[in-house]
Structures are given as C-alpha cells and as structure tokens.
C-alpha cells in the first residue's frame, strides 16, 4: 500500500519560513519523480516544486530563491524548505509521487497558513 504522509505544515508570519516533510512508503522510492504542489483556496492546484529521481529540480516562478526541494533516500523522504513566506503562500501542499510508467500517487496535505 502507497502512502505519503506529509508534516510541518502550520501558521508562520510573513517573512518566516516552514520546512515540509513527506514520508514515501510502498514505493521503490529512487524510482520515483517527486515533487510538491499546493491548492490555495478558491484556486486551481499548481505545481511548486519537483525532483527528478536524478536529482534535478524544476521550480515555479513564484517559489525561485525562496523554496528548496529535497529527498533523503536513506529514509524515503522529500522536504521543502519555504523561506520569505508570504500570504499568498497560504494553501494546502501536497506531496506527489510518479513512476516512470505513469502511475501517480498523491498524499493528503498539510496545510500551511502564512499570516500578513
């Protein structure tokens, strides 16, 4: 059974910084695209950040220079390090994982609340 636990989520001031946690079981997970994408309220989901199993990374505009992708294969675990966060940085992240057959799964989220 796949899961992807995601944590760290939670309420921070405007110009504080989070750092996000996702827990990958049931996957092989050197196998696997990772990635983060979040849903504001109202808004359509978007992508935020994404490693490859390759290690490279593709960031949206947005998140360049503020946020950091990373995945520790030792423990099957991706993390996103969100720096000068802002209100519009409020949403629900998600943590997403893809073979390179397709196959996609997608945790539950963890809701991160930036105050002005």
């Known amino acids: 059974q796949v899961q992807l636990v995601e944590s760290g989520g939670g309420l921070v001031q405007a110009g504080g910084s989070l750092r996000l946690s996702c827990a990958a079981s049931?996957?092989?997970?050197?196998?696997?695209?990772m990635a983060w994408y979040r849903q504001a309220p109202g808004k359509q989901r978007e992508m935020v950040a994404r490693?490859?199993?390759?290690?490279?990374?593709n960031y949206a505009d947005s998140m360049k220079g503020r946020f950091t992708i990373s995945r520790d294969g030792a423990k099957d675990t991706i993390h996103l390090q969100m720096n000068s966060l802002k209100p519009e940085d409020t949403a629900v992240y998600y943590c997403?994982?893809?073979?390179?057959?397709?196959?996609?799964?997608w945790g539950k989220g963890t809701l991160v609340t930036v105050a002005p």
């Open positions: 049931g996957i092989t997970f050197s196998l696997y695209i």
């Open positions: 997403w994982a893809m073979a390179v057959n397709g196959m996609n799964y």
């Open positions: 490693m490859s199993n390759g290690g490279t990374t």
